[in-house]
């Protein structure tokens, strides 16, 4: 879920991924999850999938079972009646590229063994559900709109996100709580860069039933949501300004192992420096199982979420955003740094629970998260 900048010899045009309008279907599980085709590296161990090149996984957006979901969003766009269509491909991670109007869909939504391999890799699979992954779509599909018409060239535009021309950061300081941006993806994401702050409020527009006049009435990104509402209310009939259908850095291009993929995405993601977070965590977990079935740490964080969730919010009287964000890093941190639970269940919860309290009230009030981008 990036927006990249690329040079003009980075790029590898092909023909793009196209889809023919689809009838009204009624949501299912069989109608939302396409059956992946047959490929022989599907049976493979992860040691010997591991070896492959990406160039040799040969793999399609149409026969996927993310097809349905790039269906989705062009039915999205039609009913706002945006005209323009995003092309998308296959590539090794989330990204919109600056000066082509497209998505680039990470390898791994291309079939289930890839999700699998990712998860054990990453410990997630980013995009992994029909919500998660369209509400990647939808960001994505912001910044493709904002190259297509060059929005960010507009004072206007300027005026209310910020320059675009801003570097570009590796990491960023989130201000927890903080009303002047939306909130769509994780980690106020929206705060990262003026161009992030467009994409994401885009996504809430587009969002299909979006209650952003009321959810947002009282809040000072209000603006920003009436200013993405006028502008597309002028640009949406029209033809895109920059209609190059070139697809940046796709799979086939691809030399490279998926070893190679991800041991440095493992090292760019241990870029990280000890926090106030992981002595917190440390209190209340333990680095070593102090019996036979001990649980993780992060997965007792998972499946007791809804209630530590409810509970931080109804104690701090804060938003269930923030709580939300706040509760993803730890259980991060608790994956990271492989912590296990100890005690009785009813310990660990009340333990969990005042946990999360301190790390929400200790970045709303005096320390704002560092997060990469």
Known sequence: MRWLRWRSDSVTASRAVSFAPM?????????????????AWARLADDELLKLRFADLKLKVKDSPIAPRVRRLYRELDRRGVKFRPHVWFAEEWFSPDGVPGIAIPFYLAHPRLERLERRMMNEVEGGNANWSMRILRHEAGHAVDTAYRL????????VFGPASLP???SY???????????????WYAQAHPCEDFAETFAVWLKPNSSWRSTYADWPAFHKLEFVDQLMSEVRTRRPVVTSRAEIDPLKSIEH??????????????????????????????F????????????????????????TVDELDTDPYTVRQMLRIAI??????RLYVHGSRRDALRHARWMLV????LYSERESPRLAV
């Not at 960010?152 to 005026?159: A, G, H, P, S, T």
């Not at 300081?173 to 980690?187: F, N, T």
């Open 332 to 337: 991060d941190r608790c994956a990271t740094m």
């Open 257 to 286: 192992t998926l070893a190679e993929h991800y041991r440095r995405k493992i090292a760019r993601h241990s870029n990280y420096q000890r926090t106030n977070v992981d002595r917190v965590l440390e209190r209340i977990f333990t």
């Open 173 to 187: 300081r989130a201000r927890p709580g903080s009303k002047r941006y939306v909130q769509h993806l994780g980690e």
């Open 288 to 311: 070593e199982p102090t019996r036979h079935d001990a649980v993780r740490a992060a997965k007792f964080l998972h499946v007791e979420r809804a209630a530590l969730v409810s509970a």
């Open 152 to 159: 960010r060239r507009r004072k206007l535009w300027r005026e």
């Open 168 to 170: 570009y950061p590796t």
């Open 358 to 361: 301190r790390i929400t009230r």
């Open 23 to 39: 009838p009204a279907i009624h949501h299912s599980k069989t109608a939302t999850r396409r059956r992946a085709p047959a490929h």
